[in-house]
Every structure is written in structure tokens, then in C-alpha cells.
């Protein structure tokens, strides 16, 4: 009996070294870029703002599927803000700036629109380059 | 209602009582409030690690 003890035993450890390797292989799947965003933000139909969301340009005709995603993230985005706001004991809307402060210094690519704090739609062109938040360290 | 709302409030009351011959000024301006919805930019400073990591961690919402 004492060897079917130790199947016992290496069998789940087994199991959990492939459910590791598992896990630690998908991530990089699951944290890839939305490619609906992606292409909405490429088409100019979508972009950052300065709130720390993803907002819709007024006028583009985006699918249901787009502002689908647009809301799923938002709320996806308001979660984490809420999580590590509570955690530094700061308000949502200050960590949300933060971030937005992050993408407004670097992420935003040539072409994408933004919106503005002041809530005014630009983009990001090769003349103009984005224009970060006041609130934001300089 | 403010502390000092409170007071003038407070003073108004016995003036009107006529206990004390005391002219209350009343305020020229609206007592402000300070809800600090304002974004603090020291905070921003505080939480630009904290950004950076939610960026990271998170590629598929940003």
C-alpha cells in the first residue's frame, strides 16, 4: 500500500507543476491588447482621455460590438483604480489620473485621437505632440 | 453647514434674541466648501509607480 501512497502523493504535485507551466504560459495570451480596441483606436473611432478612460470620438460611427468593449473596459479600468486607490488610501479619481498620466506621456500613438482635459478631442500627429494633463508632473 | 457658518448662525441667533446689541456682517461671499475634487498633483507624483504597475499588469485594459 505504501507505494500507492506515493502516487498519491507525486501525482497531484504533477498536476500542479503542469497547471503551473499552464498558467504561466496563457498570460500572455490573455493580457494581449484588445484587438477590437486596437483597431478602433487605429480608425480614429476610439481614444484615451484624460480621465483615465477609453471614450468614443463624437461622430464615428462605431459598432455595437466597439462601444461594447469600450464599456467593458471602462469597468474593468474603475475596478483596478478602485482596488489600488483604496490601497493608498487616495481617491479613484486621483489614481485613475495617475494613470492616465502615464498614457498621456507615452502611449498614445501617432494618429490616435485623445481627449483633452478640458474634454476637447485631439490627435496625436508628427506636428502636435500629446498634450498631458495639467495635473500632470512635468 | 461649516464651523463657521455654524458661529454666525450661533451669533445671529442672539442678536435676534436681544441679549447683546451686536450688528452681524453678513458675509459678501457664499462660505466656500472644499470637497477636494481637485486633482492634487503631489498625489499624481505619489502614484506614478503605482500607474506604471497597473499598466503592466493589465496590458489587455490599456
Do not use: K
Request: aromatic share 4%; with cysteine; charged share 20%.
Amino acid at each position: 500500500m505504501a507505494h500507492v501512497r506515493i502516487i498519491d502523493l507525486v501525482a497531484p504535485a504533477l498536476m500542479g507543476a503542469f497547471l503551473l507551466a499552464a498558467a504561466l504560459a496563457t498570460p500572455a495570451r490573455a493580457q494581449a491588447t484588445d484587438p477590437v480596441i486596437a483597431q478602433a483606436r487605429a480608425a480614429e473611432q476610439v481614444g484615451e482621455q484624460a480621465d483615465g478612460y477609453l471614450g468614443i470620438v463624437p461622430g464615428a460611427a462605431v459598432s455595437a460590438d466597439v462601444r461594447s468593449h469600450v464599456d467593458q473596459i471602462n469597468i474593468r479600468r474603475r475596478a483596478l483604480y478602485t482596488r489600488r486607490a483604496q490601497q493608498r488610501s487616495v481617491s479613484v479619481n486621483e489614481m485613475a489620473a495617475a494613470v492616465a498620466c502615464e498614457i498621456f506621456q507615452s502611449r498614445i500613438a501617432l494618429g490616435e485621437r485623445y481627449r483633452d482635459e478640458s474634454g476637447q478631442w485631439r490627435q496625436h500627429s508628427a506636428a502636435q505632440a500629446v498634450t498631458r494633463p495639467s495635473f500632470c508632473p512635468s | 453647514m461649516s464651523v463657521r457658518a455654524q458661529v454666525l448662525a450661533g451669533l445671529a441667533t442672539a442678536a435676534v434674541a436681544g441679549c447683546v446689541p451686536v450688528q452681524i456682517q453678513a458675509p459678501d461671499r457664499p462660505i466656500e466648501i472644499n470637497l477636494n475634487v481637485n486633482i492634487r498633483q503631489e498625489v499624481i507624483v505619489r502614484l506614478e509607480h503605482d500607474a506604471e504597475d497597473l499598466l503592466q499588469q493589465n496590458r489587455d485594459l490599456f
